[in-house]
């Protein structure tokens, strides 16, 4: 525990509230059933509203990081999780036609809520232990996941439906409630941050291209997120075609979590001092090798092998990649930078279903080589850009120590630690490599 002693204790709590809230955010996994079910649609039709709600999930990822650039990230964060709280709970006394703009709209403020989340958390942890503050939030959030689905059905079956969006919603309500208590508003308010040029900065298109590595990185999640999600669409197809049933599924995706829960915290230790770049392209790799392995075989063990893979790949690039998006941002754009990498990140809910559905109906033994070398495709752009000189920094440091004072408020207690000076001294330009940014948000 020594090397999470970084990590401030808001972070702590709030992953705290986080696993609760994990328990109970089962609906997006029986909505399908639902909507098939006790609302007696069509496939047809559930689908398209259930593919509606996913591109809310992802509009939501997208944005919510802008609103709290010019907000405040925890205000966002408690608005969005109280609006979407207040949309499960009433979703079922809604008649079916309602569902198509009442699902995306609780969806869309559920993405809005992920992406706050991971804004606020990049603001309140000190560079250098944000990938163990990332670890301990996805730890938290695996740990929750993993509880509950197997919560979710026997909620289904043992009442209704009906009180899967109950029990989801108040959930949010109440993380509402937490983090509103854990994260004091004094140190976690963020007001709109001047760039360095005095205005709004070159915009984060301007921003981005001064910074490559990022926009090799965003475009490889993009690309590795669709073949990831393929484990949870077409995957299950597949195993079925060779006979293993729904049970041996469950089992092997239940893998997933556990691996994670097991290794996500002692990798994000021993591997905090490695060149986070590297970290994050042998995990894409990584994900490339697991698909691979289903072109060995498709029994049990081949599966097993393929997600223990798929779970270490996750491991290496999920954590890192967020705090290294975290650690490039501008101070005036932490936000917005963590808004595009928990889009692109959650890209594949929309797009992996149909894209591999179309592979796999047309050529299904085309899909897992065409997964395999678009994941290692991507995780080796990310390891030839982590072979590049880093960049420098657009600021002058004379700006640099005249915007200080304003970018840097006095933090809370609650959230920071006494700082060390020698720690903290100002560096010239040419040994941070990175802009300057706000400790608070």
Not at 222 to 234: E, H, I, K, S
Not at 272 to 280: G, H
Not at 291 to 310: F, N
Request: proline share 7%.
């Amino acid at each position: 525990m020594r090397s999470f002693k970084g990590v401030p204790r808001a972070v702590w709590l709030l992953s705290a509230g986080g696993f609760v809230n994990a328990v109970s955010s089962f609906t997006f996994i029986f909505v399908f059933v639902y909507l098939t079910g006790p609302r007696g649609l069509g496939i047809a039709e559930a689908g398209l509203i259930t593919g509606v709600g996913g591109i809310g999930v992802v509009a939501g990822n997208f944005t919510g990081g802008w609103y709290g650039d010019r907000y405040g990230h925890r205000r966002v964060l408690l608005t969005a999780s109280v609006l979407g709280g207040g949309a499960l709970t009433v979703l079922p006394l809604l008649p079916t036609p309602t569902l198509y703009a009442a699902l995306p709209l609780a969806q869309y403020a559920l993405g809005t809520v992920r992406a706050a989340n991971s804004a606020l958390v990049a603001v309140i942890v000190p560079e250098g232990a944000r990938r163990q503050a990332f670890a301990v939030v996805r730890c938290a959030a695996n740990g929750g996941f993993t509880l509950g689905p197997p919560l979710g059905a026997l909620i289904a079956t043992g009442l209704s439906y009906d009180w899967l969006f109950l029990v989801d919603g108040v959930g949010t309500l109440c993380f509402a409630l937490w983090t509103a208590r854990v994260v004091p508003a004094r140190g976690a308010a963020h007001t709109r941050s001047a760039a360095p040029d005095g205005g709004l900065g070159r915009g984060v298109w301007g921003e981005l291209r001064a910074r490559p590595a990022v926009l090799v990185l965003l475009g490889a999640i993009l690309v590795v997120d669709v073949v990831y999600r393929q484990q949870y669409t077409t995957f299950p197809v597949f195993l079925a075609d060779h006979g293993l049933d729904t049970s041996a599924y469950g089992l092997i995706i239940a893998l997933n979590g556990a691996v994670i829960l097991v290794l996500e915290l002692p990798t994000a230790v021993a591997l905090r001092a490695r060149p986070p770049l590297r970290v994050i392209g042998a995990g894409l790799v990584l994900v490339g090798a697991g698909y691979a392995v289903l072109l060995l075989g498709s029994g049990v063990t081949a599966a097993v092998a393929m997600m223990v893979l798929l779970s270490l790949g996750e491991i290496l690039y999920k954590t890192t990649a967020t705090a290294y998006i975290a650690d490039e941002a501008p101070a005036h754009a932490i936000g917005r930078f963590q808004s595009l990498y928990a889009g692109v990140s959650a890209s594949g809910v929309v797009l992996g279903a149909p894209l591999g559905g179309a592979l796999y109906s047309a050529a299904p033994g085309l899909l897992w080589p065409v997964c395999a070398v678009l994941a290692a495709g991507a995780g080796v752009a990310v390891l030839r850009m982590s072979a590049r000189p880093v960049r420098e920094p657009a600021q002058d440091p004379a700006q640099d120590l005249a915007l200080r004072p304003a970018l840097h408020p006095a933090p809370d207690p609650a959230l920071h630690p006494a700082p060390d000076p020698a720690r903290h001294a100002v560096r010239p330009a040419h040994e941070t490599g990175s802009q300057p940014r706000a400790v608070a948000g």
